[in-house]
């Protein structure tokens, strides 16, 4: 049985002391002061993490440590903006439909440390985060819809007819906005440009807002969905994508934070704007580049 000088052991500890600081901190008269104190607190936390030897523990809290660091961050835009909501910048419409290029996705190929966005740490499990419950999916019934700036408005599939289409197997690591990234990720579906090519997406989209369980969304540009690594997985290392993790089907998009690789996907609105998806309504990035650490607006 750990002690409580063991790193687990202090680590919870001072997760449940920077729980308290941030659920009092409004009621001080400086509430930032409360925040900047718990930070300080989860940084210690932070620094604990490494001497943890179980991986299972390790990754557990981890992912922890990252939520609640992610949650602070955000608590603290908002006190910054005199408790105004933070919301999530629009993009400039192109005007044409883009092309993908090395202007708007990170180089292929990286290897060793500079696989490993800035401030993230590895992970060998495979941490659950989402919105709301697990849904429970009838594939007799599920379809996939694109809507929007389509040829005739609609186009849409069954999870017979979307198996049908030209599969590929794509290897690519997965960057949480909590601080783990996982690895060699062995994905199976189909790449998001062909569907949008079945769909007849029409020349004026610039981006696309991809849909999901529990009213969940996400916005991206056309270019960074139309490389080659991003895809609608249905099969994750050899085998089918389970449910916690996005299954029957889950968006991957490898270049950007994982809330925008919407998991449980039911519907794709191709639009000639930007328009802010779930978690940038919310004050996080529109873009969620890991490498340029974009986490917030």
Same mark, same amino acid.
């Given at each position: 049985m750990p002690g409580p000088g063991d790193p687990a052991s202090e680590v919870r500890r001072l997760l449940e002391r920077a729980d308290e600081l941030i659920k009092y901190a409004?009621?001080?008269?400086? $509430?930032?002061?409360?925040?900047?104190?718990?930070? %300080?607190?989860?940084?210690?936390?932070?620094?604990? #993490?490494?001497?943890?030897?179980?991986? @299972?523990?390790?990754?557990?809290?981890?992912?922890?440590? *990252?939520?609640?660091? %992610?949650d602070l961050d955000r608590l603290m835009r908002v006190e910054a903006r005199g408790g105004q909501?933070?919301?999530?910048?629009?993009?400039? /419409?192109?005007? /044409?439909l883009p092309q993908p290029g090395p202007a708007t996705l990170h180089p292929s190929g990286r290897?060793?440390?500079?696989?490993?966005? $800035?401030?993230?740490?590895?992970?060998?499990?495979? $941490?659950?985060?989402?919105?709301?419950? #697990?849904?429970?999916?009838?594939?007799? @019934?599920?379809?996939? @819809?694109?809507? *929007?700036?389509?040829?005739?408005?609609?186009?849409? &599939?069954? &999870?017979?007819?979307?198996r049908r289409l030209p599969a590929v197997r794509v290897t690519a690591d997965l960057h949480c906005v909590t601080g783990w990234s996982r690895l060699d990720n062995r994905w199976e579906g189909v790449r998001f440009r062909d569907v949008a090519d079945?769909?007849?997406?029409?020349?004026?989209?610039?981006?696309?807002?991809?849909? *999901?369980?529990?009213?969940y969304s996400a916005n991206i540009d056309l270019p960074s969905l139309a490389a080659d690594d991003v895809l609608f997985a249905w099969g994750?290392?050899?085998?089918?994508?389970?449910?916690?993790?996005? *299954?029957?089907? /889950?968006?991957?998009?490898?270049?950007?934070?994982? &809330?925008?690789?919407?998991?449980w996907v039911e519907s794709v609105r191709f639009i000639d704007r930007d328009v802010p998806g779930f978690w940038e309504e919310r004050g996080y990035h529109n873009v969620a580049d890991p490498f340029l650490e974009q986490r917030y607006a």
């Open positions: 409004s009621n001080r008269p400086d $509430p930032a002061a409360g925040y900047r104190t718990a930070g %300080d607190v989860l940084r210690q936390a932070a620094a604990l #993490i490494g001497g943890i030897a179980d991986p @299972t523990q390790h990754d557990e809290l981890l992912v922890q440590v *990252g939520r609640r660091s %992610d909501p933070v919301r999530g910048e629009p993009r400039p /419409r192109t005007g /044409r290897t060793g440390a500079d696989r490993l966005p $800035p401030s993230q740490r590895l992970v060998t499990s495979w $941490p659950v985060l989402h919105v709301g419950r #697990i849904p429970r999916v009838d594939l007799t @019934t599920w379809r996939l @819809t694109c809507t *929007g700036l389509v040829a005739g408005h609609r186009a849409q &599939w069954t &999870w017979e007819e979307f079945a769909a007849g997406v029409l020349p004026a989209a610039t981006h696309a807002i991809v849909y *999901g369980a529990n009213a994750h290392d050899g085998g089918p994508l389970t449910p916690e993790h996005g *299954g029957p089907l /889950r968006l991957v998009v490898p270049s950007r934070y994982a &809330w925008k690789s919407v998991k």
